[in-house]
């Protein structure tokens, strides 16, 4: 993981200037803490990523991905992140902006469920629903 802790150090050395605060929040997790969830183990590291903007979404292929039930906990695949530095209202650390995913090959469901069928999960009900029945 040499290149993710270079990354790592990069962001913090972008941040604060070669001077961190002496307590940082580090954005990688040992799978151990959750090894009671599917997936988590102490053979996993993981570390959680996010951005406002939506980040690209590919197969190996290059070709975009854009039905989201592609995606989907277990898949694997790359990602592509950067981290940064944060400092928001006393609590600093190193974040991760997910900038996009490249789908490698299907995996094993992570949750033990596919996601839900609107059609499906709206089949019961009455086609005779009055909007005024709702008070919001």
Not at 71 to 81: H, T
């Amino acid at each position: 993981m040499s290149e993710l802790d270079d990354a790592i150090e990069a962001a913090i050395e972008r941040k604060w200037k070669g001077d961190p605060p002496k307590r940082l929040k580090h954005p990688i997790r040992d799978g151990e803490e959750y090894d009671d969830k599917e997936g988590y183990d102490d053979t996993v590291v993981f570390f959680n990523a996010r951005n406002t903007r939506k980040p690209y979404v590919r197969d190996i292929d290059g070709e975009e991905i854009v039905d989201p039930d592609e995606c989907y906990p277990g898949c694997k695949g790359f990602v592509v992140f950067e981290p940064y530095g944060y400092d928001v209202e006393g609590s600093r650390g190193i974040g991760m902006s997910l900038l996009g995913f490249i789908k490698v090959s299907e995996g094993e469901r992570l949750g033990g469920r596919a996601p839900n069928d609107p059609e499906e999960d709206m089949r019961d009900l009455d086609d005779d629903i009055d909007p005024d029945d709702f008070p919001f």
